[in-house]
């Protein structure tokens, strides 16, 4: 079974059908690309993989997260999923942190949730993550706002 299956996926807002019918697999280490015009399903594929779809939008289909069912998942097994199996990485960098809340916390709090980590270790892992993409005074950073 490869880590990310999806079969006949098909999304609908009222009659109006925006995902018609998409397969594909993805197994691990694979990278793969979904590329098309704007507005031809891209982000509500990617959304619907972990349960995030908009509401009002009526999903069909399978798809399995690592064994996972996920259309059918409640949602402390989505939750649980989010994070650890998958992550995700939003459009719109700039809007994806929030404002009020320091750095350290923002990194802290995924990580907190998905694994079990106690807070000085998952302090650590924040310092290490934010020197990993090239914050050279990281444990400064972790205090800061985003801005
Ligand atoms: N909440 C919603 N209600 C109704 N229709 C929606 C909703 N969200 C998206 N759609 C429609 O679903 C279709 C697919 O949207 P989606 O955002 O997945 O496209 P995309 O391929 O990611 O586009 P882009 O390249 O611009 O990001 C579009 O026609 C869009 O208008
Ligand atoms: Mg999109």
Redesign the pocket.
Known sequence: MSLVEVENLT?R?GN?S??EQVSFRLDRGETLALV??????????ALSLLQLQ????MVSGRVTLDGLDTLTADAARLQSSRGGVAGMIF?EPMTSLNPLMRIGQQVREAMELHRTLTQAEAQIQAVDLLREVGFPDAIDRLDAFPH
């Open positions: 999304i807002f109006k925006v995902v098309g015009e704007s507005g031809s399903g891209k982000s509500l594929t908009p509401p009002g939008a459009q």
